[in-house]
């Protein structure tokens, strides 16, 4: 669970706006670097990846190596049923 303070009540100081929290989810097997920060609400997939000083601010798919300040898919594997392969995040075949 991560907290965030709302703040969309102009009439009070962030302060005393509260607090609400939201759920975040690390798949199974799944690494995250030194000092990776996981924003509120955010899921990391199945076996990926997340490179040290990240700042992960959306989901991150199954099988995805990510980097960054905010977090960007680098690199994912397509599984066997799917190919078995990396592919860059661009999509492009590696080497082009």
């Known amino acids: 669970m991560t907290h965030t303070h709302p ?3 102009f009439s ?3 302060a005393y706006g509260g607090r609400s929290g939201l759920s975040v989810a690390v798949g199974d097997n799944s690494v995250l670097g030194y ?6 609400g955010v ?3 199945y076996r990926c990846i997340i ?3 990240s700042v992960v601010t959306k989901d991150i798919p199954d099988y995805t190596v990510a ?3 905010p977090a960007k898919p680098i ?3 397509l599984p ?3 190919g078995d392969i990396w592919k860059p995040a661009d999509g492009k075949p590696e080497g082009i």
């Open 75 to 77: 690199k994912q594997y």
């Open 35 to 40: 000092n990776a920060v996981l924003m509120a």
């Open 43 to 45: 899921n990391v997939g």
């Open 7 to 9: 703040f969309d009540d």
């Open 51 to 53: 490179g040290a000083n």
């Open 80 to 82: 066997p049923e799917t």
């Open 67 to 69: 980097g960054g300040v």
């Open 12 to 14: 009070l100081p962030i």
